[in-house]
């Protein structure tokens, strides 16, 4: 069985731009993941093919789910990677979105299928969305980061650029591989603060979104995950008021993010604040029918 499996193929894409994003390592706070699932369903998306896991996951660390038909037969969902097309007459560009587990093998091979697969629908940009933890409070606007192979896409976009060096995922290896055959790229990141990891973060997917709006020229309409960004930091606000310890945890991190020249602080360790904090809003997820 070929990895690519096509359910039809998209005819007619104008100038499409392939975004990718992908769970695991390179999705703190479900992030990027949400962003593109977000982008998807308020355009109208549509999958056109997908990636065959067999050779990619390891199925113990990334599992199949088993669901119910009609509450009685049992299926098998696979973490497949998922491709829709995504028309939108009024852009200038349509649309390609990619979404899925970040897989366990194989990496070249499965990024040297991304890259083949663009290079077939004319794909004229890629870009990755991501997120990472960071030493940021939830209080500030989010930071969102970038590279780009062009660099007057980073000047365009007003982004910080990234200086990292170090261990890289599923992203950037496919940003090699675009490189590789002088494919654009640009690749988005958020900061999300590393204190309250563990619960999605709809504010840092709102500012991917609208980085990736400028970048590509479509415009999305947020207003639900606007929406979930305001609930979600009056949530974080109402767990902060309740410890002492995460408010001063929070106001040492403000004060370092309005003074970018300041010394370095020493922080206290975050780890059982994180683990208050994060009993806290699943408590008012559960009792607070709002949430």
């Known amino acids: ?15 499409p731009a392939l975004v990718c994003a992908f769970k695991g390592w390179n999705d703190a706070g479900d992030a990027a993941s949400a962003a593109v699932s977000f982008v998807g369903e308020s355009l109208g998306a549509r999958q056109f093919a997908s990636i065959d896991p067999e050779d990619f996951y390891d199925f113990q660390s990334v599992r199949p789910q088993i669901k119910l038909v009609e509450g009685q037969a049992r299926s098998i969902e696979w973490p497949e990677v998922k491709l829709y097309e995504v028309r939108v007459p009024r852009a200038p560009r349509d649309l390609v979105l990619l979404a899925g587990f970040e897989p366990s093998y194989r990496w070249r091979t499965f990024t040297g299928l991304v890259v083949e697969l663009a290079e077939v629908i004319g794909v004229q940009l890629v870009v990755t969305l991501g997120a990472l933890l960071a030493d940021v409070p939830h209080t500030r606007p989010v930071s969102v980061t970038g590279f780009a192979s062009e660099p007057s896409l980073v000047q365009r976009l007003a982004l910080s650029q990234s200086s990292y060096e170090g261990p890289t995922g599923i992203i950037g290896v496919l940003h090699d591989a675009c490189t590789r055959v002088s494919m654009p790229s640009a690749s988005l990141w958020a900061a999300v603060p590393h204190y309250i990891s563990a ?7 709102l500012a991917l979104i609208r980085k990736l709006e400028g970048l590509v020229g479509v415009a999305v309409d947020a207003g639900d995950l606007e ?3 305001a609930d979600y930091e009056r949530q ?7 410890d002492p310890d995460i408010q001063a945890f929070v106001e040492k991190l403000e004060a370092a993010a309005g003074d970018e020249e300041s010394d370095a602080f020493e922080l206290p360790s975050g780890d059982s604040i994180a683990r208050d904090l994060q009993r806290f809003l ?6 607070d029918p709002k949430t």
């Not at 619960?199 to 997917?205: D, F, H, I, L, V």
């Not at 974080?236 to 309740?242: G, K, P, S, T, Y």
């Not at 699943?282 to 009792?287: L, P, S, T, V």
């Open 1 to 15: 069985m070929q990895p690519l499996q096509w359910n039809y193929r998209p005819d007619g894409l104008r100038a």
């Open 199 to 205: 619960a999605p973060n709809p504010k840092a997917a």
């Open 227 to 229: 929406g979930a960004a």
């Open 236 to 242: 974080v606000n109402a767990a902060i008021q309740h």
């Open 282 to 287: 699943r408590q008012r997820g559960e009792d």
